[in-house]
């Protein structure tokens, strides 16, 4: 059974703190993704990877960093938690290479985060 | 650009009546791919269908059906004799082959009542 795993359901940090969120899946994929969904707004793509030490940015980077070191990881970072990423953040991972986008996506649970 | 539009933000029905999601999208593309995700109360989206443009066959899978229609830009999905298990939020979205990016609508809360 297919799975993508994230490391918190929910989170809560202060205004500055540096935040990490993990994402784990066991299927094997070359792309890995991370989106925050707020009320109103669908999802909304943070980063993606096509490959292990690759990335690229999404609609809306900024605040945010990625790291993947090994194929199965693909952790999102927050240099300096704000409050306006307070925000349910999904992971989701899919089989094609070169950063395709036309293949179903897995997702994991998602994390919601909170600011204060 | 691309672009995909729910209008409907809510819906609420009794169980075992038919309810229909509307999606609408814009692309000026040729190829193209639209996708209905399901996300229950759980979290986590799961994948229902994924349509590419030159496929317009309507599809049934049980209950559910989608109704693909290029000359309206629509890809509407119809759940028939709902169930309170359908009670969730349906999120569609559109990929355009060589644009790296997967553009979701705003998505619709479906609640179904007993």
């Known amino acids: 059974d297919v799975k993508v795993t994230q490391s918190s359901r929910y989170l809560v940090k202060r205004t500055g703190e540096k935040v990490f969120l993990e994402c784990v899946q066991d299927m094997d994929h070359e792309n890995m993704f991370w989106y925050r969904q707020d009320p109103g707004l669908g999802l909304r793509l943070i980063y993606f990877s096509y490959d292990v030490k690759m990335k690229e940015k999404g609609d809306i980077p900024e605040g945010y960093s990625v790291s993947r070191e090994k194929k199965e990881r693909f952790s999102l970072i927050l240099e300096s938690a704000s409050t306006n990423q307070t925000s349910m953040y999904l992971c989701?991972?899919?089989?094609?290479?070169?950063?395709?986008?036309?293949?179903?996506?897995?997702f994991g649970p998602g994390t919601r985060l909170t600011v204060l | 650009a691309q672009k995909v539009t729910q209008a409907q933000t809510e819906i609420s029905v009794v169980e075992k009546e038919d309810v229909t999601l509307d999606c609408v999208y814009e692309t000026r593309d040729t190829t193209y791919y639209l996708f209905w995700y399901k996300q229950p109360p759980s979290g986590e989206l799961v994948f229902l269908i994924r349509?590419?443009?030159?496929?317009?066959q309507n599809e049934i899978s049980g209950r559910y059906s989608w109704n693909f229609q290029k000359s309206t830009s629509s890809f509407n999905f119809t759940i028939t004799a709902s169930q309170v298990v359908d009670s969730a939020v349906y999120f569609c979205a559109l990929s355009v082959r060589g644009a790296q990016k997967l553009v979701f609508g705003q998505g619709t809360r479906l609640t179904i009542n007993p």
């Open positions: 989701a991972s899919s089989l094609s290479s070169s950063g395709s986008f036309t293949d179903e996506q897995f």
């Open positions: 349509r590419n443009s030159f496929d317009e």
